[in-house]
Each structure stands twice: as C-alpha cells, then as structure tokens.
C-alpha cells in the first residue's frame, strides 16, 4: 500500500483564494481525519470521518473551511476565501476504526504546507 | 473533555545518556500511541500500547503504559543523535471512531 496520499505538497496562494487540499487514505481504512499544525497550536484536529460521514467537526475554525468525503477513497478539505493566518501544515491521517478492529493508530499522510500571501 | 499533557516539552541530551519523556492524560482511557516527527516530516508511528501495563520497546525507545496513573512513559536509552525528533503521545479518546487526542510534544535533541 502506498500509504496515505496527500496533493498537493506544497501551496502558495494569495489572500482570499479558495484553495483546496485533497487525501486519499489507506484501502480499508475507515476513519479520515485532517489536522492542521502550527508552531503555536501544535497539532489540531478540524473535523473526522467515519464510513465516509462527518462526526465531529467541531474543530473547523470557521466557516470558511469544508470538507467532504464523497467515498472511501477521496476526501477533501476546502478553504475559501483563504487567509494569511490559515498558513500551516495540513496532514490527512486514516485509520481502522475501533468499532472494526483492535486500533492500531492513525497513519499519517506527508502533509501540505500551505502559505497564503 | 480529555487532556494530554507531556513533559519536559523540550529535551536536550548528551549522546549515550538516559531519559524518560513522561505523558500524563486526565480522563480514563486504555490505549495510548506514541508518535515520532522529525523537522518537516509527517508524523511515523512508533508505539501502539492497548492495555495496563502494555510496555513496547524497539531499539532504544521503550514505550510504557500505566492506565490507574493515567501515564505513559517513553524511555531512551543511550541516545544517539538520530534519535532527536519530536515526539507526540496521543490518547484514545474512548468513543466508537478512534479519535486520539494528541499532546503538544516532546522536542529531543541529542548532541554528540
């Protein structure tokens, strides 16, 4: 398996542009996750999937950010207008959930580093 | 709401000494993961400790858990400089999904 796939690597963008950042997680994982990291946040979780449906987004900052999961294998996180503090790590991680298996922890994809001018 | 703390939040070592990062949660939980991230790199899987007194070792990294204390240990033994990285524990969360609430960090660096 190739891992957790994550595209693109790296993205320079200006201030308000919409930006979006794309994972394709392990084949039969069924958690997806996306964390952003900071330097002064550390490592924040933004929403997660199960089956494909959103549990708990509670961490998205604000209403400019979204994300879908639209199958098992795709799974997006949108940023429109974009601002200069969204400037961080993206990492899109997948796991096999608890309910299906003894939980072995998350894989983590290479992450996008995101700049927004 | 589940809190994870570690300590110390920065390391930094001599070369073939001992050390011990400590991780401390505050809610029940019976699995515990320790992760490693080495400077703009994701972050790599090293311990999976599912139960009391779940103790993994691999090199010179020996993992431990200890749920009644709510802590977890990380021991090194004899560092080496490859061995500075950050380090994270991430605690399960105790619902159905396997959401893991993770600590701010441990920043090792190991000097020669």
């Known amino acids: 398996d190739a891992g957790v796939i994550q595209s693109p690597r790296h993205e320079v963008t200006e201030m308000g542009q919409e930006v979006t950042l794309r994972c394709k997680p392990i084949s039969g994982h069924n958690s997806l996750f996306w964390y952003r990291q900071t330097m002064m946040r550390g490592l924040e979780l933004l929403i997660y999937?199960?089956?494909?449906?959103?549990?708990?987004d509670s961490g998205m900052p604000e209403d400019r950010f979204s994300a879908k999961m639209p199958n098992a294998s795709f799974s997006t996180l949108k940023i429109q207008p974009s601002e200069p503090r969204d400037s961080a790590v993206y990492f899109c991680a997948s796991s096999l959930s608890l309910m299906d298996g003894p939980g072995y922890g998350y894989t983590f994809g290479s992450g996008t580093r995101l700049t927004v001018v | 709401e589940l809190k994870v703390e570690q300590n110390p939040l920065f390391l930094s070592m001599q070369e073939g000494k001992n050390y011990t990062i400590y991780c401390n949660y505050s809610t029940t939980s019976d699995r515990l993961y320790w992760y490693r991230q080495d400077p703009g790199k994701s972050l790599e899987s090293l311990f999976v400790?599912?139960?009391?007194?779940a103790v993994k070792q691999e090199g010179r990294l020996m993992a431990s858990l200890d749920t009644k204390a709510r802590l977890s240990t990380l021991h090194i033994t004899a560092a080496v400089h490859d061995l500075s990285a950050t380090y994270f524990c991430?605690?399960?969360?105790?619902?159905?999904?396997?959401?893991?609430?993770f600590g701010p960090g441990t920043s090792l660096s190991v000097i020669p």
């Open positions: 999937f199960n089956n494909n449906v959103p549990i708990d």
């Open positions: 991430a605690v399960d969360e105790k619902t159905s999904y396997d959401k893991v609430i």
């Open positions: 400790l599912l139960s009391n007194g």
